[in-house]
């Protein structure tokens, strides 16, 4: 994607922040949902193992009507889907292998992307170009004093998107 990141930043500084992000974030796209909107938006996200990428999706799905606790990384079977105000696809690509855009299609897993919401931990795991154009991307980051998150997009709400979370996060 060759959107350049967003202003602003959101730092984490543990796991019940991250989470706040998550649950941020997913407030933003259920207001944001609107009858002009592409058939399913795609959230992909990168950053190291262990950088908080499933918390932040738990925090979205749980602003979405998902339990927290339901929603756990699909590291071993590849997607999980949960049902709550939206259907959510949560992919997982940590696992693919050296030929990972091949075993993308044969898992299957493109179907999710033309459904409701999906959300891709490990998207670098496949070229920037695989990706369609209209997505949210999130970057999450870590070191000893915490997590940052940052965003690019450049679906025509993202920015929109992006903004009405900073401004949900940030709010006393």
Request: aromatic content about 10%; charged content about 20%.
């Amino acid at each position: 994607m060759s959107a350049a990141y967003f202003p602003g930043e959101i730092y984490l500084p543990d796991h019940s922040q991250t989470m706040a992000a998550g649950q941020a974030i997913g407030q933003a796209l259920n207001q944001n949902l609107n009858p002009t909107a592409p058939k399913s938006q795609i959230v992909t996200m990168t950053g190291p193992l262990g950088a908080g990428k499933t918390t932040l999706c738990q925090g979205l799905a749980k602003a979405l009507g998902v339990e927290d606790f339901q929603v756990v990384s699909p590291s071993f079977t590849l997607v999980n889907i949960y049902q709550g105000l939206r259907t959510i696809y949560h992919i997982d690509l940590y696992r693919l292998g050296q030929r990972p855009k091949e075993e993308f299609y044969e898992a299957g897993l493109e179907e999710c992307l033309d459904n409701d919401l999906c959300l891709v931990e490990w998207a670098d795991r496949l070229s920037d170009d695989f990706w369609p154009e209209e997505r949210l991307d999130l970057e999450i980051d870590y070191n000893q004093s915490g997590r940052w998150l940052r965003a690019r997009g450049s679906m025509a709400p993202a920015w929109d998107l992006w903004r009405t979370a900073l401004d949900a996060f940030s709010a006393p």
